[in-house]
């Protein structure tokens, strides 16, 4: 075993591992979480430009359909999220598989099962790179292309040589930096998401034909982690080879914003209760949460929805001042109400959740008051982690919410045919031509 590379490894982990019953369950339930993303991704700014260059240039290639619908999947921040990786599997997988999926005329088990497959490599390789790479590259985008080639090999059935190829082609095309978000929250993460899922099914459909790629892509002297991981861990890469599919260890999102706000949000919904009536009494905000959540949602004074959607003070004092943190709490006039509140936030990493992180990605949120007061909530899981999980009737309601957002006509009808994946249905069809 030793004297294979990594993705050789990789692959043999993967596709050696047992599915139960349980495991295309849940995928069938993230695949959901992830379409309905997708749908309701039309109704935004970025989704009508994506849909308008769309309907000239996807015609029938499945690469260009996994990259809308990856591309989509990520608008609106409703997306899942893997903590140890710091990767958004499902809206890479999940578009990927799909369109492979409809071109091949594929059935609910083995699309399931591309699932599993897809978030294990994605999420396997994400945890691998190390923290310094997060600070630059954008995980989802760089971590992306390995889970798409994996879906799509398994959905073309490619033997372990041809699959091997695809990861190293994936990798080879891998990219994705933060700097969209110093230059006022460009569209630009949407574009990962699509490049990711894009990038592995091209990788794999080459594979299919004899197109090779580099076996060492990951540890090779001029890969992947030489290139951009300044601490990696190479061996997170098949660590743990019998534990539970990566997927089951997905979270899955309650708020329309950044997964590093929500452990602060979670925390002060509960404080809502007790300070409903009090708002105006509240002289300090204290979040404490660790450096990454630092690094990307330290936005005292966001200028636009995108950007209130990665700052910690606005998604508190949305938590705190709003019955519902929903879409219009990142809007413009919910900005402007929140202001005097949301100046009252102060931000700071803090143990126990710099240590913790990214194996749990937990926060506090303390109100002082000003008669003397002070009120803390603290959070080691954040509400949707699979330690504080969404109910399947939590994740069916808000995939139903997502859809008719999207415009989506008889919601439970497709939410239904999602579902049946899981019994070896076939795969319905998207409302909307262009999909």
Not at 223 to 242: E, I, L, S
Not at 244 to 268: F, G, M, N
Not at 384 to 412: C, F, N, S
């Amino acid at each position: 075993m030793s004297q294979l590379t990594l993705t050789q490894q990789l692959t043999e982990l993967i596709t050696t591992k047992p599915i139960a019953p349980t495991d295309l369950e849940h995928a069938a339930l993230l695949t959901l979480d992830a379409m309905a993303n997708a749908l309701a991704g039309r109704a935004s700014e970025p989704g009508t430009i994506l849909l308008r260059w769309a309907e000239a240039a996807t015609g029938g290639d499945a690469a260009r359909r996994a990259f809308l619908l990856g591309a989509l999947t990520h608008i609106l921040e409703t997306d899942d999220l893997h903590r140890a990786s710091v990767v958004h599997p499902g809206c890479v997988v999940v578009p990927a598989a799909w369109a492979v999926a409809a071109r091949e005329g594929v059935h609910g088990h083995a699309i399931l099962r591309a699932m599993l497959w897809g978030f294990e490599a994605a999420t396997r390789v994400g945890m691998a790179v190390g923290p310094a790479h997060y600070r630059l590259w954008h995980n989802t985008a760089t971590c992306g292309p390995y889970g798409s080639a994996m879906a799509t090999a398994a959905l073309l059935q490619l033997d372990p040589s041809a699959t091997v190829h695809a990861l190293g082609n994936a990798g080879a095309q891998s990219a994705g930096l933060w700097q969209f978000l110093e230059s006022g929250g460009t569209m630009t993460k949407h574009l990962h998401a699509g490049r990711a899922a894009e990038a592995g099914v091209l990788a794999a459909d080459l594979a299919r034909q004899g197109f090779t790629g580099p076996p060492a892509i990951l540890e090779g002297a001029k890969g992947w982690f030489a290139a951009t991981c300044p601490d990696p861990d190479p061996g997170a890469v098949t660590r743990d080879p019998d534990g539970p599919w990566q997927l089951l260890a997905t979270s899955l999102k309650p708020w329309p914003s950044c997964r590093h706000t929500h452990p602060a949000i979670d925390a002060a919904r509960e404080l809502r209760g007790p300070l409903r009536e009090r708002l105006a009494d509240i002289e300090e905000i204290e979040v404490e949460t660790y450096a990454a959540a630092l690094d990307v949602c330290d936005r005292p004074l966001p200028q636009s929805d995108y950007e209130s959607k990665f700052s910690l003070q606005h998604g508190v004092a949305a938590a705190l001042g709003r019955d519902v943190v929903d879409f219009a709490a990142f809007a413009a006039p919910a900005r402007e109400a929140l202001a005097a509140l949301r100046a009252r936030v102060t931000v700071r990493a803090a143990e126990p959740y710099l240590s913790a992180y990214p194996q749990a990605w937990g926060g506090a949120v303390t109100v002082a008051l000003r008669d003397g007061e002070r009120l803390t909530v603290r959070r080691t899981h954040a509400k949707g982690d699979p330690e504080a999980p969404l109910t399947p009737i939590e994740l069916i309601a808000k995939a139903r919410m997502l859809m008719a957002y999207g415009g989506v006509p008889e919601p439970d009808r497709l939410i239904d045919a999602i579902l049946a994946l899981a019994d070896d249905a076939p795969l319905p069809e998207l409302p909307g031509k262009r999909l």
